[in-house]
């Protein structure tokens, strides 16, 4: 089974702290995701990478900044948190071009910012 | 601009019929893929079905079926004979082949399955 491992099920943070989400999957996955969950708006996207050390902006990546130093590892990085980010955040890997294939997703990580 | 509307907030199912949920999409691009996914209140999320732009027939898994109007760009996800297991939270996601292999996401439909 494909596995996608979310570091932090629920983490509270404070203002203006520096927050790491991390995440793994073990599937040799080129693509790699990361998206914030809210009520009434769905999942959007912040950040993927399709390949190591690459990136590409999603719809809202102000705020946010990600990592992709190995295939299997995609961090997404909040170097100043505030109230707003206040969300679940959902890591997946998966996909392709032209591919039946689906993306794997975590189980999420609840973040509160106080 | 949305790209993938999901009109229906929520919804109710008596248990053992049927129901529809709607998605309609935008895109120019002749090649997409279009998905649905399940997050009941546990929070995972449950891949059910997919359905290519260039498929011919509409796609189908078990109970679940996708109702594919490519000239409407609507992909309406059906569930046959509803359980109270299928309470959850659904949505339709696209892929656009050649605008990038992200994966975009609608606001979801609540479906709440009667007793």
């Known amino acids: 089974d494909v596995k996608v491992t979310q570091s932090s099920r629920y983490l509270v943070k404070r203002t203006g702290e520096k927050v790491f989400l991390e995440c793994v999957q073990d599937m040799d996955h080129e693509n790699m995701f990361w998206y914030r969950q809210d009520p009434g708006l769905g999942l959007r996207l912040i950040y993927f990478s399709y390949d190591v050390k690459m990136k590409e902006k999603g719809d809202i990546p102000e705020g946010y900044s990600v990592s992709r130093e190995k295939k299997e590892r995609f961090s997404l990085i909040l170097e100043s948190a505030s109230t707003n980010q206040t969300s679940m955040y959902l890591c997946?890997?998966?996909?392709?071009?032209?591919?039946?294939?689906?993306?794997?997703f975590g189980e999420g990580s609840w973040l509160t910012v106080v | 601009a949305q790209k993938i509307t999901q009109t229906q907030p929520g919804m109710f199912v008596q248990e053992k019929e049927a129901v529809t949920l709607d998605c309609t999409y935008d895109t120019s691009d002749p090649s997409y893929g279009l998905f649905w996914y399940k997050q009941p209140s546990s929070g995972e999320m449950i891949f059910l079905i997919y359905q290519g732009s260039y498929d011919q027939q509409n796609a189908t898994e078990g109970r679940y079926s996708l109702n594919f109007q490519k000239a409407r760009k609507s992909a309406n996800l059906v569930i046959s004979a509803s359980q109270l297991g299928d309470s959850a939270m659904y949505f339709c996601a696209m892929r656009e082949d050649n605008y990038g292999q992200n994966f975009v996401f609608g606001p979801g439909t609540r479906l709440s399955v009667l007793p």
């Open positions: 997946a890997s998966g996909g392709g071009r032209r591919s039946r294939n689906t993306i794997y």
